[in-house]
T-cell receptor, first 113, second 111 residues
Framework: NAGVMQNPRHLVRRRGQEARLRCSPM?????VYWYRQLPEEGLKFMVYLQKENIIDESGMPKERFSAEFPKEGPSILRIQQVVRGDSAAYFCASSQGAGETQYFGPGTRLLVL | EDKVVQSPLSLVVHEGDTVTLNCSYE??????LLWYKQEKKAPTFLFML????IEKKSGRLSSILDKKELFSILNITATQTGDSAVYLCAVGYSGTYKYIFGTGTRLKVLA
């Protein structure tokens, strides 16, 4: 049973470009959460999605960031017009049911030059 | 404001020592508390705690929750170098499905 998968593991972008981060939840999990981790800081919640629905996006910056979890395929976190401050590790987690234990993927480390 | 505070921020011990990591929280409508171990990759799940006073154990690790005093501890006995990691505490609360994470305790175990 494969765990949560994320790709790419490392992503380098120049300022102004777009970054697309993908997350495939564990088999049987339909709840996906995205977190951002800045160096020497804890995980900060960004968004919680179920299939085709955004349930809670209270942690998402109002501009440039968006997330989706389509009926088919992985969840995608999209960052438009990246800036250096977007450089961080972005983790995805999934759970079987709402509020249940979240299992994390290996993260995508985004570096904006 | 809801918050999760972990202490100490960092800790250096020698192999064989016992360590106790602390997590205190202030959240409305507490639902559960999770402990994770994070090395240079994904946080790996250790424990979920929902009830006060019931110790959870896994090998040399154990954890307990005190809902009256609003804290949890994670104990590691007979530490090994492989225990070196950042230990994260996260608290979830009713009405939302997100968890608030503490900044973690960085543990280094010396041989």
């Amino acid at each position: 049973n494969a765990g949560v998968m994320q790709n790419p593991r490392h992503l380098v972008r120049r300022r102004g470009q777009e970054a697309r981060l993908r997350c495939s939840p564990m088999k049987g999990h339909s709840h996906v959460y995205w977190y951002r981790q800045l160096p020497e800081e804890g995980l900060k919640f960004m968004v919680y999605l179920q299939k085709e629905n955004i349930i809670d996006e209270s942690g998402m910056p109002k501009e440039r960031f968006s997330a989706e979890f389509p009926k088919e395929g992985p969840s995608i976190l999209r960052i438009q017009q990246v800036v250096r401050g977007d450089s961080a590790a972005y983790f995805c987690a999934s759970s079987q049911g709402a509020g249940e234990t979240q299992y994390f993927g290996p993260g995508t480390r985004l570096l904006v030059l | 404001e809801d918050k999760v505070v972990q202490s100490p921020l960092s800790l250096v011990v020698h192999e064989g020592d016992t360590v106790t990591l602390n997590c205190s929280y202030e959240v409305t409508n507490f639902r559960s508390l999770l402990w994770y171990k994070q090395e240079k990759k994904a946080p790996t799940f250790l424990f979920m705690l929902t009830s006060s006073g019931i110790e959870k154990k896994s090998g040399r690790l154990s954890s307990i929750l005190d809902k009256k005093e609003l804290f949890s501890i994670l104990n590691i006995t007979a530490t090994q170098t492989g225990d070196s990691a950042v230990y994260l505490c996260a608290v979830g609360y009713s009405g939302t499905y997100k968890y608030i994470f503490g900044t973690g305790t960085r543990l280094k175990v010396l041989a």
